[in-house]
């Protein structure tokens, strides 16, 4: 395992303190995600789905599919890093790698052609120093 | 206070008290005496004086909804309530069989549990100190039963240690006490502690580690009747010929340790995990539905707010009735929106601009649930587990034991998913069908040979997919409580939140009523001033 996953594998396992209604157990990263492709089907998928077509209810998760934010790589890397309405901050179980490698997936998936990669430097100039080593 | 005599009781001083100086003044004395520092519930709210015809809208039906609508109304307001669902108790519900639920992303599950079977997606468990609920569960009627939610006998399962192979709560946690007190003990009997602790301190602190972790006369924790006496027998007490216990073995320290059971231990000293805890008789829901019976007629169903707007007026609330797609407009004095944040940050308004940083500035966690219905309690018959629950480090977190027709033959439904965090995700991400399977592949740990075998259904709720909250509750950090939370609580000109999320119970029943309940005080007392 490479060491930025090994830190973000760890702070998974940050123990239990919150007082809410939780289950009181603590998650093994038997598989931590490495690609871009695994963050997005372990993480992303929960909410923007299989086919990056989001959902709609009382409002809407937004599709990722022909999500014309995606030509600004700055946008996908603030809004995954430090979250964006319901959608929580991720810099604190993802590493600037993984960061970086989810953004290029979703870039150049879904029908979305933006080829340039995201990189890690990237993602750290732009989340800054909150964002997990 | 020197005019009350001495003969006088406790419960007379304190009513005294609170005839003197009000709510505050007894609340303080209560906790002086050591009472009542376990909640800041002080009885329903005192809505006096209400201005004849004044009127107040609520978005959204669960609980802090219906909480507000019932107190406002009682207090002369005249009150409706829009509602998104067909049903009202929002996060406060139940599956049952025959129920049909659709999560975002289109996925449809027909729950297919016998009758009397249900599962809680959200709220399942109720603390003894949570205060309002409890009050209200009384005043509506509804019957609670205890929730069983410490298990000696149940199970921890850690992938890391033990070679994956589960052990009893009891046997881990009296061996991580066991050995921590004999560690400790040669600590203080070499002298570490001489700075920090008196000689006769250190006789009583040998003594408790002593009777604490069960160790030997010389200190030591071992395999023996004593360590039995906590962490159970290899054969237990019995009578006649066979009647001698035989002890059992301890296990590894370095493997207690790998199992990090300790996050179990602490889970239950937790105040809001802490015994006794309640739920209600025939599933969650029914608190959501007896609130529901005392505003049923105020609430208007399908309907989906598209607009919120204030001004010196009254508030004006567009909507549109998702079965006919006829669009509306509610107009009312006063507004108390208890919408969840992720969704009422999507909705137009004219809220205050601090007010609607607020709303955008806290996201939602995530959360797993999943039922499984199994053709027997093969848990009570064949492991003697009543109650409780299981713990793993794999995705699913726990499983935990029905508390209800406990001995009974026939089917009954065990929680096989209790995920958050990744675990969250992952089972998300899945179809209804994958989780189940998952569920059973990660489940049967702990029941390898019934786990399968005795099967019958199951059913999933995972919160980032339920289509009118777009997650599980609001997740405040120490930041956005200290640049948001004062914002999103105070009444802006004519509306005011309330919910789990305007609270520090968060993702609680009794986050949301205390909210409620706070909010409509000073709105009320806004309404005065109008």
Redesign the interface.
Known sequence: MKPHLIAAALL?LA??TA????????????KPPVTGEEVY???C???H??NG?G???????PALAGNPHLANADYIIITVAK?R?????FDD?LAPTQIADVATYVRTHFGNKYAKPVTEAEVKAIAGAKTSP | MQAVNSGTTRRQLLTAIGLVGGAAALYQAMTTMGHAAETQFHGPPKLDGAKPGASVLVLGSGLAGMLAAYELSKAGYQVKILE?QPRAGGRNWSLYGGDIYTE??GATQKVGFAAGNYLNPG???IPHHHRTLLHYCKAFGVQLEPFIQFNHNAYVH???AFGGQPKHFREVAADFEGNVAELLGKAVNQKALDADLTAEDKEKLLEALRNWGVLDKDMRYVSGLQSSSHRGYERPPGGGVNGAPIPSTVLDFGGVLDS?VW??M???M????QTTMFQPVGGMGMIGKAFARQVQPLITHNA?VTQIRQDKAGVAVAWTDTQSGMASVSKADFCVCT?????L???ENNLSPALQTAI?AV?????VKIGLEFKRRFWEEDNYLYGG?S?????I??ISYPNNHLFQDGPAVVLGA?????????L??MSPEERIETALTQGSVFHPENYRKEFSNGASV?W????????C?A?WNEETRKEHYQTLVAVDDRVVLAGEHASY????MEGALLSSIDAITRLHQRALEA
């Open positions: 998974i123990p239990f007082s809410a209604d939780e289950p009181g157990t603590v998650t093994t990263l038997h089907q372990q993480i998928q929960s909410c789905m299989a077509m959902g709609k209810g009382a409002a809407i998760i979250g309405g319901a959608m929580p901050w179980i | 998104y975002l992303g709220p399942w468990r850690s992938t890391k990090r996050n179990n602490a889970f239950f937790n105040h809001e995990m989906k919408i969840p944040l992720g969704v940050n999507q909705i955008g996201p939602y966690s995530n959360s629950h713990f793993t480090d794999q995705d977190g726990l209790f995920a958050s965090g990744m675990g969250a995700y992952r998300t991400g995972a980032s997919r339920v289509p009118w909250t777009l997650g509750c997740r119970v968060g993702c609680w």
